[in-house]
Nanobody, 124 residues
């Protein structure tokens, strides 16, 4: 079992960058795929990015491909989301989640453990 805790959110101007971190407790962190999701007001939670337990495989939503980079440091039980060229439409609460790497990785179904979220606001 792991418990993700997100940090690094904030207010940034369009075109700026932020790096989100997700620290997870537990000794089996590298057994879990990690995903980032986001939810804007009035919208459903949507997939942003995912990474396999080893870090060897990464996945991105089309809307963030080329701008966001996911990575992990298993020695630190931490996963990161580097967000560059931010746009106002990236404004949302960003959630980190841990689960199994399955073919439906872009849905919430594989993810068993969720953090509380961190707010990202991009001003125009």
């Amino acid at each position: 079992q792991v418990q993700p805790v997100e940090s690094g959110g904030g207010l940034v101007q369009a075109g700026g960058s932020l790096r989100l971190s997700c620290a997870a407790s537990g000794r089996t962190f590298n057994n879990y795929a990690m995903g980032w999701f986001r939810q804007a007001p009035g919208k459903e939670r949507e997939f942003v990015s995912a990474i396999s337990g080893s870090g060897g495989s990464t996945y991105y939503a089309d809307s963030v491909k080329g701008r966001f980079t996911i990575s992990r440091d298993n020695a630190k039980n931490t996963v990161y989301l580097q967000m560059n060229s931010l746009k106002p439409e990236d404004t949302a609460v960003y959630y980190c989640a841990a689960g199994a790497l399955r073919s439906d990785y872009s849905t919430t179904r594989p993810y068993l453990y969720w953090g509380q979220g961190t707010q990202v606001t991009v001003s125009s």
